[in-house]
C-alpha cells in the first residue's frame, strides 16, 4: 500500500482525521486481522470526533470564558444553596433553545461567574453560540464603538450569539448611553435569544442600578420576565479554609 500518497491526498482532503487514524492503523499489528469495512468505519469515526473537537474549540475560542470551567467540574457540597436537580436541567439547554434567560445572583465569591462559564461551555458542546462579557467592559468598549462609528456592528454581533453571558451586572449605576446600550442589546434578544446575568445585587435593586424608571421598567420587562433564577448564599469559595477543614 502506498501510504505516503494517502496521507497527502487525506490531508489535501481536509481529512486530518482520518490521516492521523490511518497511521494509527497501520503501525498497530492487531489491526491488521480487521476487515475492510472495520477500517473504514473507524477512519470515519476519527474524522467525525476530529471536525466536531475542532468546532468546539472554535466556539469556546469565540465564546471568550473567563474561566475553564466545565459541568463535571461543579461542586455541589458547598453550602451555597445551589440545587443539583435545578442546574442539571439548566445544563440540558432547552432554555436556550426556548431564548428564555437566566439569573445567578449571590455575594462575591460563591461562583457565580464559574457557573456561568460551565453553563457556556456546556452551551458550545451543544454546538451553540456563546459569548462572555464583563458589563463594566462592555460598557467601555461600547462607548468607544459610538466613537469610531462601529457600534452598529457590534450590536449585530451581540444580538447574534445564542447565549450571551453578561458578568458582574450591577457594579455601579448605569450612566445615559449605557441605559439606551443595554435596552438595544436586550431588545434585539428578546424572544429571539438567550442571556445570562449575574450580579452581587439581588433583583430588587436593579431598578436603582438602572437609575431612569421608563429604561429601567423597560429592560427589566426584556430581562427578567421569563427568566430562569439561582439565587446563591453562603461564604466565599475563595476564602481560605481552616486548617482543620482542608
Request: aromatic content about 4%; overall charge neutral; proline content about 4%.
Amino acid at each position: 500500500m502506498l501510504t505516503h500518497p494517502t496521507f497527502d491526498q487525506l490531508n489535501a482532503l481536509g481529512l486530518q482525521g482520518m490521516a492521523k487514524a490511518l497511521r494509527e492503523l497501520l503501525d498497530n499489528p492487531e489491526a491488521t486481522g480487521l476487515g475492510h469495512a472495520d477500517w473504514l468505519a473507524l477512519l470515519l469515526d476519527r474524522e467525525t470526533v476530529h471536525r466536531q473537537d475542532k468546532r468546539l474549540g472554535a466556539r469556546l475560542r469565540h465564546a471568550r470564558l473567563r474561566h475553564h470551567a466545565v459541568p463535571e467540574d461543579i461542586d455541589y457540597r458547598a453550602h451555597r444553596g445551589l440545587d443539583r436537580g435545578v442546574l442539571s436541567t439548566l445544563l440540558k439547554g432547552d432554555w436556550i433553545d426556548a431564548a428564555e434567560n437566566l439569573v445567578i445572583c449571590g455575594p462575591t465569591g460563591v461562583g457565580k461567574s464559574w457557573i456561568s462559564c460551565a453553563l457556556g461551555h456546556k452551551a458550545c458542546r451543544n454546538n451553540r453560540s456563546v459569548l462572555y462579557v464583563r458589563v463594566p467592559k462592555l460598557f467601555d468598549e461600547l462607548a468607544l464603538a459610538h466613537g469610531d462609528s462601529s457600534i452598529g456592528r457590534r450590536f449585530k454581533s451581540l444580538g447574534a450569539v445564542q447565549l450571551l453571558i453578561l458578568d458582574d451586572w450591577g457594579l455601579e449605576p448605569l450612566d445615559a448611553q449605557a441605559r439606551h446600550d443595554l435596552l438595544e442589546i436586550l431588545e434585539d434578544r428578546y424572544g429571539r435569544r438567550s442571556t445570562i446575568v449575574t450580579s452581587q445585587l439581588p433583583v430588587s435593586a436593579w431598578h436603582t442600578v438602572i437609575g431612569e424608571a421608563t429604561y429601567a421598567d423597560a429592560i427589566l420587562d426584556r430581562l427578567v420576565h421569563n427568566a430562569h433564577r439561582l439565587d446563591l448564599s453562603g461564604d466565599s469559595l475563595r476564602r481560605p479554609k481552616p486548617a482543620d477543614q482542608a
